[in-house]
């Protein structure tokens, strides 16, 4: 008998009615037609990614397609248990060389002297961290949503579902109040803090946070998911130099790889518990098809990473630069809005609400939280990024009609939707992938 999933009465009215309609629609069809669905979302989903739309996201990216084709290159479903050269099962001498040179590229081209490339996300990372430097029931101090502290760090995620306390750090501008924060810290007396959020502006105060770990015996933590590209293409800071004792990330943002997580460090105690977490404990077996698409990522930084990391900022001042002569509301405009690949736009309405409007005219973006007057229900920013955009192969001659598009698509008095067409026609004229082994420019 065809049984579709029960409900879910703790979802959101209208999650709860998307799951409802494609699970009952699963249950009534045959394996052929879920399989020509699956064919058709798959097929969707690049029409609206690769032809329709242009993405604003800063939370994604295309990777190279030899990368790509690592992911389908029948890796996936062999296991790899245990260390290089001493594996549980046999035959595996070929998957634990690329487990190593991917750890090798990731030391080399974060300057750091340890890597645990087999975590499965940034997420995940985060919490082999935590495990690393906390134990339940511990205090950490981290970013608050308001300048787009992860929610990682915080009690709904992977901090508060291994019984870390967090403590939202005070804010200046869009990072911490270090004076404030190391009053908070001797008061608190946290194992950890954390630094690095989901919108990034300009460098955080690294070293001065080391310092004020080390007058109360706490560690630092440098969340880099969204950083990790230009950290790479050493347009940013290195956190490891300035202090951090740890750094996470994603590999699937600005880096342009495969969806992961990545850790690094220089200490070796720290090394060895993030080792003993990813093996025996939660990892164990990993994707090495993942770990195969991130070597050959890190490739791509190691050969053009300096080239793509200072077209991305490029791109994003200048489109912040035309998005302001629209008198479209740039946070931050007074102090340069970014030395980075994101910015943000104000946005009253509510952030969410505003990506979806944009959405209706071909172009992806989302919320994200500023530290200004909130909006009931919704974030109180637009979060725009350019790792994709350069990728393409966008300069900054293009964003002047880029930021038109914007404009026109978050104005009121026009229907986004007369404005996707444009898009989607304005986005043709860019292909391939740039900032590669075989494409450096």
Not at 113 to 138: I, K, Q, W
Not at 289 to 312: N, P, S
Request: aromatic share 6%; hydrophobic share 45%; charged share 20%.
């Amino acid at each position: 008998m065809k049984r579709a999933l029960a409900a879910r009465p703790w979802l959101p009215v209208t999650s709860e009615n998307v799951v409802r309609d494609a699970a009952d629609r699963t249950a009534s069809q045959d394996a052929p037609a879920v399989l020509a669905e699956l064919d058709r979302l798959v097929a969707d989903n690049r029409r609206i990614h690769d032809a329709d739309c242009v993405n604003l996201n800063p939370a994604t990216n295309i990777m190279n397609p030899r990368a790509e084709a690592m992911l389908s290159a029948g890796l996936g479903s062999r296991p790899s248990l245990g260390y290089p050269g001493d594996k549980y099962e046999m035959g595996l001498e070929a998957i634990e060389q690329i487990e190593i040179v991917a750890a090798e590229l990731a030391a080399e081209v974060f300057g750091a002297r340890y890597a645990e490339v087999r975590v499965g996300s940034g997420a995940l990372a985060n919490l082999y961290a935590f495990m690393a430097t906390c134990a339940p029931g511990d205090t950490i101090i981290a970013p608050p949503a308001s300048i787009g502290g992860h929610i990682t760090h915080h009690g709904p995620g992977a901090a508060g579902r291994y019984g870390i306390t967090t403590i939202p750090a005070p804010v200046a501008g869009y990072t911490v109040d270090v004076d404030a924060l190391r009053a908070l810290a001797h008061e608190a007396r946290p194992k950890l803090i954390t630094i690095g959020s989901s919108l990034n502006l300009f460098p955080h105060p690294v070293a001065k946070i080391r310092e004020i770990a080390d007058e109360v015996g706490a560690l630092v933590l440098f969340d880099a998911a969204h950083l990790c590209g230009m950290i790479a293409g050493q347009a940013w800071p290195q956190p490891l130099e300035k202090g951090a004792h740890l750094m996470t990330m994603s590999t699937y943002k600005s880096l342009g790889g495969p969806a992961g997580g990545l850790i690094l460090t220089n200490e070796p105690e720290l090394a060895q518990r993030i080792e003993a977490i990813a093996y025996p404990g939660l990892t164990a077996n990993f994707d090495a098809a993942k770990t195969a698409a991130l070597a050959v990522t890190l490739l791509d930084w190691k050969v053009a990473g300096r080239a793509y990391a200072r077209a991305m900022t490029a791109t994003a001042r200048r489109l912040a630069a035309e998005l302001i002569a629209l008198d479209v509301p740039v946070y931050a405009a007074d102090q340069g809005v970014t030395l980075s690949h994101q910015f943000a736009v104000v946005t009253p309405e509510g952030g969410q609400r505003a990506a979806a409007r944009l959405r209706e005219a071909n172009l992806l973006a989302c919320g994200i939280g500023l530290p200004i007057e909130d909006v009931e229900g919704d974030t109180n920013g637009l979060r725009i990024g350019t790792p994709e955009l350069a990728r393409l192969g966008m300069t900054t001659v293009d964003m002047p009609a880029l930021a038109s598009f914007i404009a026109r698509g978050l104005d009121p008095a026009t229907d986004p939707a007369t404005v996707a067409p444009e898009v989607t026609t304005w986005r043709k004229q860019f292909s391939g992938v740039h900032f590669t082994i075989q494409n450096p420019g």
